[in-house]
């Protein structure tokens, strides 16, 4: 069964600091792998998308990285701003069927919270 | 300026009472997508449009109905909302099949059950 599962479930740390948040994978055959920030009460919007022979993909203080062996992903915060606080939410397309009728597996989630 | 947009933001309804929420884009994008997202879980899958073809997910309730009249709009019909079915609404459009291409989400509707 395709799964995505993120780490830590939630996270609090303080403005200024860096974070990592970590995505593992089942899916298969993998296609692309998808961080989305999702802020309170809002829809899904696209930080990165990586295909297989990615490592690393950069929006900028967002820096997502790509183990396609080890079926991981992070995604690295970069001196973090009050802003940042949302959900990241990773998400893992497969090439044929798999996931759901669109093709995607979905992550429940990081929780992140950047206290001033 | 907002791509994928959707009506209203918030909605509440009564247990029972049938329920429309809307959904454009400015995209013309081919898919367009309706999802269930309960709070700390992932967003749910209801069913997708390519085009004119409607895909439904094989365990999304007959509670659960959609329309696509043309390649901008598309609205979820939910018969006779229950508790259950209290959660924020997202429409999100491809310009082909998702699993290739970026998906835009809208903004969502956050549904509340009376």
């Given at each position: 069964k395709n799964q995505v599962e993120q780490s830590p479930q939630s996270l609090i740390i303080l403005e200024g600091k860096n974070c990592t948040l970590q995505c593992n994978y089942t899916v298969s055959p993998f296609s692309n792998l998808r961080w989305y920030k999702q802020d309170t009460g809002r829809g899904p919007v696209s930080l990165t998308i990586m295909t297989f022979s990615e490592?690393?993909?950069?929006?900028?203080?967002?820096?997502?990285?790509?183990?396609?062996?080890?079926?991981?992903?992070?995604l690295h915060i970069t001196a973090s701003?009050?802003?940042?606080?949302?959900?990241?939410?990773?998400?893992?397309s497969a090439q044929y069927s798999g996931g759901g009728a669109d093709g995607l597996t979905f992550g429940k989630g990081t929780h992140l919270i950047i206290q001033p | 300026?907002?791509?994928?947009?959707?009506?209203?933001?918030?909605?509440?309804?009564?247990?029972?009472?049938?329920?429309?929420?809307?959904?454009?884009?400015?995209?013309?994008?081919?898919?367009?997508y309706w999802y269930q997202q309960k709070s700390?879980?992932?967003?749910?899958?209801?069913?997708?449009?390519?085009?004119?073809?409607?895909?439904?997910?094989?365990?999304t309730p007959d509670n659960f109905q959609s329309r696509r009249p043309n390649t901008s709009f598309c609205f979820l019909d939910i018969r006779s909302p229950g508790l259950g079915d209290a959660a924020m609404y997202l429409c999100a459009t491809s310009r082909d099949r998702a699993r290739g291409n970026i998906q835009y989400f809208g903004a969502g509707t956050r549904l509340s059950v009376l």
């Amino acid at each position: 069964k395709n799964q995505v599962e993120q780490s830590p479930q939630s996270l609090i740390i303080l403005e200024g600091k860096n974070c990592t948040l970590q995505c593992n994978y089942t899916v298969s055959p993998f296609s692309n792998l998808r961080w989305y920030k999702q802020d309170t009460g809002r829809g899904p919007v696209s930080l990165t998308i990586m295909t297989f022979s990615e490592n690393t993909k950069s929006n900028g203080r967002y820096t997502a990285t790509l183990d396609a062996d080890t079926k991981q992903s992070s995604l690295h915060i970069t001196a973090s701003q009050l802003s940042d606080s949302a959900s990241y939410i990773c998400v893992v397309s497969a090439q044929y069927s798999g996931g759901g009728a669109d093709g995607l597996t979905f992550g429940k989630g990081t929780h992140l919270i950047i206290q001033p | 300026d907002a791509m994928v947009i959707q009506n209203p933001r918030y909605q509440v309804t009564q247990f029972g009472k049938p329920v429309t929420l809307s959904c454009s884009q400015t995209l013309n994008h081919n898919v367009m997508y309706w999802y269930q997202q309960k709070s700390s879980q992932a967003p749910k899958l209801l069913f997708h449009y390519y085009d004119k073809d409607f895909n439904n997910e094989a365990d999304t309730p007959d509670n659960f109905q959609s329309r696509r009249p043309n390649t901008s709009f598309c609205f979820l019909d939910i018969r006779s909302p229950g508790l259950g079915d209290a959660a924020m609404y997202l429409c999100a459009t491809s310009r082909d099949r998702a699993r290739g291409n970026i998906q835009y989400f809208g903004a969502g509707t956050r549904l509340s059950v009376l």
